[in-house]
């Protein structure tokens, strides 16, 4: 691995971390509601575990969005921005839906897009960069584990 280009990491790292930010804005004030503790399923780890995984999460996602680029050519450059803008998009409307609106329903069906994107993310970044593909494998785990209680908490 060559010389860290300091410029796009830390792009990188404000660009996901606006993404966690804008989220978080939906999601803190509603954690320890009435509501959320009404509808949380038996399995949900304790409130606490949530921010510190997330933190892990978004670092490792801002990681991978750093190697991809990096190591992509410029024909590839444009589709990990449309990938990526998708799922961060998609990662602060599940805040919205669920936590904002309430909506644990209409936001199970929405974090099936949001899974998906996290698949299409892992195949471009495949393709580029491993180390970039395995980083997100533990993103894609817990919005699967995030899907389970949700769906249990909806349905």
Not at 1 to 17: A, D, E, H, Q, R
Request: aromatic share 20%.
């Amino acid at each position: 691995m060559g010389k860290i280009n300091l410029k796009v990491l830390i792009s990188c790292l404000v660009i996901v971390y606006a993404v966690a930010l804008i989220g978080s804005l939906f999601t803190s004030s509603s954690v320890s509601s009435s509501w959320y503790e009404s509808i949380k399923p038996a399995i949900t780890p304790p409130n606490w575990v949530f921010p510190i995984v997330w933190n892990i999460l978004f670092f490792l996602i801002a990681i991978s969005l750093y190697l991809v680029w990096t190591f992509s050519n410029k024909k590839d450059k444009g589709k990990i921005i449309i990938v990526y803008t998708i799922n961060f998009i998609l990662n602060v409307f599940w805040s919205i839906l669920y936590f904002g609106l309430k909506n644990p329903a209409i936001a199970f069906y929405e974090i099936i897009f949001l899974f998906s994107s996290i698949i299409a993310m892992i195949l471009i970044n495949y393709r580029i960069n491993k180390t970039a593909f395995y980083l997100l494998i533990p993103y894609l785990l817990w919005v699967g584990f995030a899907g389970v209680l949700n769906w249990l908490s909806a349905f």
